[in-house]
């Protein structure tokens, strides 16, 4: 039996409690300054276990907290297969980590660890919703900064009850907003005619006929780029199969960069638009109108902002003139394709504050991050 203001933690059980745990933020958090929820579609397509393909390799267990009957937090525990091959200690994650009230969020932890733990589990990092190439990490600044896809907002009182509940900063992802104007290219300083002194650099853009073959070159640069970076979990072909096919209504060629040498594709950048362009004004579970709405937006590609959310260079490259270069092609090229497109800003995003070449790459032209995301970890005894 509990009493009155007792907060209760419980596994999520049956389709009821499934869907509002993936609502739950935009219910929590509808009142604060600046939020603006995202679509409950959006969420289900990367919280359900039958629509997510995080659970084509990883398991993971949901909870919510309650007080007086009503929910007032949630939290995953998931483990990824892959995260389990690498070296060191057997690392699960918690995600999905959402609360106004800080009293819950220790509670949360302490049931996320405890199932972790009783999986084998040695320690535990996070946030990441489901993993790596999900929803990463705490906001920590940036809250009142315009929403962005694939960057979860949290309120400034969230990390620092983490912190209290025993865990401590394992790494800081930084995001920069880059301006897509003559003067964002000066700053990036790539020298004229680069490509032709180089010899044998060709651009160009996705191929829609042939997007399954450019998946597969996007995964495996982007795998063989960050091999062996800080967290790093290679993505999987389902993955990135079922991302292309989701964007494919609103992708267009000049979002996907892949840079070939001699023929060979060596560097890549993805850039998707920003669906909170389009729905700040229709809420997260829109009414019919807000649906055709969302529609014709969509269809007249009516966004001004957009992310880079996979950027990579081929390790065979390390050490080269190529591999100092081409960072910055990429950036250049990313800026021109602006002129192309409606995005006024293309943010820079999960840069790791260890990263300094691609830090100074950027803060060439972006001096300060406008977002910092913290993720937090712990070991299990």
């Known amino acids: 039996m509990t009493t009155p203001n007792q907060i209760v933690v419980s596994a ?14 935009r219910l929590l958090y509808n009142d604060q300054p600046s939020y603006v929820p995202p679509l409950d579609m959006e969420q289900r397509d990367m919280l359900h276990p039958r629509r997510s393909p995080f659970f ?15 929910p007032i937090g949630r939290i995953s525990a998931q483990i990824d297969t892959l995260a389990l091959e690498q ?13 106004l009230d800080t009293e819950c969020v220790k509670p949360l932890l302490d049931a996320a660890t405890s199932w972790l733990k009783a999986q084998g589990i040695e320690r535990i990092r996070g946030p990441w919703t489901l993993n790596y190439h999900g929803e990463s990490g705490t906001m920590i600044e940036g809250q009142m900064e315009p929403p962005m896809i ?71 640069i982007y795998n063989d780029a960050w091999e062996g970076t800080w967290g790093n979990v290679p993505i999987t072909e389902i993955e990135i199969r079922s991302l292309l096919k989701a964007l494919k209504p609103v992708l267009r060629p000049e979002q996907y960069v892949l840079v070939e040498f001699k023929g060979e594709p060596v560097a890549i950048a993805l850039v998707i638009p920003n ?69 006024r800003t293309i943010e820079l995003g999960w840069v790791l504050e260890t990263n300094m070449p691609i830090r100074n790459l950027i803060e060439r032209i972006v001096p300060v991050p406008y977002k910092r995301h913290r993720m937090y970890e712990k070991l299990l005894s």
């Open 12 to 25: 999520v059980s049956g389709a009821r409690q499934l869907s509002l745990f993936i609502k739950l933020p």
């Open 56 to 70: 084509s390799h990883g398991t993971a267990c949901y909870f919510l907290a309650w007080r007086d009957g009503k």
């Open 87 to 99: 070296p060191g200690p057997r690392t699960g994650f918690f995600g999905a980590l959402d609360a």
């Open 275 to 343: 669906i909170y362009d389009l729905n700040g004004d229709v809420g997260g579970a829109p009414s019919p109108l807000g649906w055709v709405k969302l529609a014709s937006r969509l269809l007249a590609h009516d966004f001004y902002s957009a992310r880079v959310i996979l950027l990579g260079v081929k390790k065979k490259l390390a050490g080269t003139a190529l591999s100092a270069i081409i960072p910055g092609l990429l950036i250049d090229e990313l800026m021109k394709r602006g002129r192309d497109l409606p995005y």
């Open 150 to 220: 694939g960057t979860g907002w949290h309120p400034a009182t969230l990390g620092p009850a983490i912190e209290q509940a025993g865990f401590s900063k394992a790494m800081d992802l930084l995001s920069y907003r880059m301006e897509t104007s003559p003067a964002a290219e000066q700053a990036n300083r790539i020298p004229a005619n680069l490509r032709e002194r180089l010899g044998g650099i060709t651009v160009r853009g996705l191929r829609k006929d042939h997007i399954d073959e450019d998946a597969d070159i996007l995964r495996s």
